[in-house]
């Protein structure tokens, strides 16, 4: 967990400000669920962004984004994705193939799903791997850029890059699931016009999980870097003006409401806003969408910035674990409490 703890904070870009508060108060206090944010900052979830993304290399494992939602869905709900889900995934997925080579290894990006906040990034990396599920593959340092990506609001922010899964085809090849978060705190998508996407991935590395302490042997050196263009499309949206939903006060362990407004759901992520005081404690939140059938597919990384420059207003985003057919989800769910969705 200590492992989980400094990755997660490693792959979150925001203000050397913002950085160094959190480097203080993690020296002061550290809790196996993940990092600890500053006082009176209102983080949400943080700690299920690390445990959804904590997978078990698989031998086998998909070739396509296609494959690794399904995959996901399975597991996931229990159930068969239908027609209508894989629509939708395929209309949200692009095909890229750029690859670069760096001391005789190649890696591509084969494909990429885009969603208003989010970017899933399916990538290969040649050569012979070991087929063991107690290894975990990473790059060392991961660097996402856009062009063409406006900051609306003038507070400090971040995004998160982090592998999400992994593992070996039947061929042999490496496979990683890259996911790419940002908060945008306007209404800027990624979705709403041509962009460009630069990924730099320095050393490929990986940690046996049967090794004590946070020991990463490194697999391949290099610096890879892959330029390619993410294409403009619509999402499906739903908006809710304002809720109230149960949250866990992460000091007392008791459960508090709170008021959340102008509430964005989409198929790939769920945007909204509440109001900050210095009295704030630290709540933690978590949310799903609830199908038809039952299955839920949760909120997964969140990321929280200040709406505005008078600091009066915090905004957050997360992202679903899979892409979701909004037609096909009844609620949204935070805790115990079900908002009606249809």
């Excluded at 993304?53 to 494959?67: K, S």
């Excluded at 990683?176 to 460009?196: C, K, M, W, Y």
């Excluded at 509440?274 to 039952?294: S, V």
Aim: with cysteine; charged share 25%.
């Amino acid at each position: 967990m200590e492992q989980q703890y400094r990755e997660m904070f490693d792959e979150v870009r925001s203000s050397s400000r913002l950085q160094e508060e959190v480097r203080k108060m993690s020296e002061m206090e550290r809790k196996p669920a993940g990092r600890r944010f500053p006082r009176k900052i209102l983080m949400v979830a943080a700690v299920l962004a690390v445990l959804a993304g904590t997978a078990v290399a698989a031998v086998g494992a998909p070739g396509t984004l296609r494959g690794w939602f399904v995959q996901e869905w399975e597991e996931t709900t229990g159930s068969t994705m239908d027609e209508e889900q894989l629509a939708l995934i395929d209309r949200l997925t692009q095909p890229v193939g750029v690859s670069d080579t760096q001391n005789g290894v190649t890696v591509t990006v084969d494909s990429v799903t885009v969603g208003d906040s989010t970017i899933w990034m399916l990538l290969k990396v040649s050569g012979e791997y070991a087929e063991s599920t107690d290894l975990r593959y990473d790059f060392d340092s991961k660097e996402l850029t856009i062009d063409f990506l406006p900051d609306e609001v003038g507070t400090f922010g971040g995004y998160s890059v982090s592998v999400r899964d992994w593992g070996v085809t039947e061929d042999g090849m490496l496979t990683l699931l890259i996911v790419f978060n940002i908060h945008f705190a306007g209404e800027t998508s990624l979705l709403d016009t041509p962009r460009q996407v630069t990924l730099v991935l320095n050393d490929l590395v990986h940690n046996d999980i049967r090794w004590k302490g946070d020991k990463f042997k490194t697999v391949a050196e290099g610096a890879w870097c892959l330029t390619f263009p993410l294409e403009p499309g619509e999402m499906e949206k739903r908006t809710l003006e304002e809720i109230q939903v149960p949250g866990t006060n992460r000091d007392t362990g008791e459960v508090e409401t709170m008021t959340l407004r102008d509430v964005q759901i989409t198929s790939t992520d769920i945007t909204y806003t509440f109001a900050a005081t210095p009295q704030d404690p630290e709540i933690m939140l978590r949310c799903a969408l609830i199908m038809e059938n039952g299955a839920e597919v949760r909120g997964s990384n969140s990321a929280t910035r200040f709406l505005n420059e008078e600091r009066t207003q915090w905004s957050s985003v997360y992202y679903w674990q899979i892409p979701v057919d909004l037609s096909k989800v009844t609620a949204l769910r935070f805790g115990d409490v079900e908002i009606p969705l249809n």
